[in-house]
């Protein structure tokens, strides 16, 4: 058995005569956390487990708050729509599945392809989603009726990471050997390849702004 913490920072201003505040840990997790997100109001946070669940968590208290199951492989990336209400989860087990918070069974359940799901994006007001795969492709997904719409190729590596720009104009995805390329989704096709790390990418994130992305 393995407890698995997750660590809070402190948020409010500390001065010369405060000490920081101690880090809240939420337990609950049997497996190593796989994926984290906040929710947009910044009142719930949202984690994924290689035990195959999601836990919904109070950032004020660390109080659990739900449990979604359903997933039968490690759960490799989180999406929260900027509602903060639909949840969308990939996974080892092939699939995507569309959780409507409180709700326990998801409202939609997509079956990616022969390959783990490890990279997930998504776009609430175009109702789209993005999955990456171990098999290098790029899938589209129509959320409304559960389709897929299309595939982006370029890739010659597993894919880890995913994001939409806020205005929905751009995509941009990342594969195990560091590079990260930029598509127009409108278009469906590759704006640009950037070998930007030497190394495996996690994370991708887009700025509000949408002149600045950031990568890891």
């Given at each position: ?6 660590m ?11 000490e ?12 190593p956390i ?5 929710t ?10 290689s ?17 979604l199951t ?9 999406a929260?729509?900027p ?13 995507i599945r569309?959780w409507?918070?409180?709700?326990p069974?998801?409202l939609l ?5 022969a ?7 998504a ?7 993005v999955?990456?795969?171990?098999d290098?492709l ?8 559960g ?8 890739h010659l ?8 720009r806020?205005?929905a ?24 390849r950037?070998?930007?790390?030497e ?10 702004n949408n ?6």
């Amino acid at each position: 058995w393995l407890a698995l913490l997750l660590m809070i920072l402190a948020t409010s201003p500390v001065t010369a005569q405060q000490e920081p505040a101690a880090p809240a840990t939420l337990r609950g997790h049997q497996g190593p956390i796989t994926a984290v997100s906040y929710t947009p109001s910044g009142k719930q946070i949202v984690t994924a487990s290689s035990d195959m669940t999601i836990r919904l968590w109070q950032a004020s208290t660390g109080q659990e708050l739900h449990v979604l199951t359903g997933h039968t492989g490690q759960i490799t990336s989180l999406a929260v729509d900027p509602a903060g209400r639909i949840i969308l989860s990939g996974a080892a087990d092939n699939s995507i599945r569309l959780w409507d918070i409180p709700q326990p069974d998801p409202l939609l359940q997509l079956t990616a392809a022969a390959v783990p799901v490890r990279g997930l994006a998504a776009h609430g007001p175009s109702g789209h989603v993005v999955t990456g795969a171990n098999d290098g492709l790029v899938r589209v997904w129509n959320l409304r009726d559960g389709k897929e719409l299309y595939q982006l190729k370029g890739h010659l590596a597993p894919l880890v990471a995913a994001a939409f720009r806020a205005d929905a104009n751009q995509l941009a995805t990342a594969d195990e050997t560091g590079m990260l390329r930029l598509w127009d989704p409108l278009l469906r096709s590759e704006l640009q390849r950037i070998g930007v790390h030497e190394g495996t990418l996690r994370m991708l994130a887009y700025h509000p702004n949408n002149q600045q992305l950031i990568t890891s």
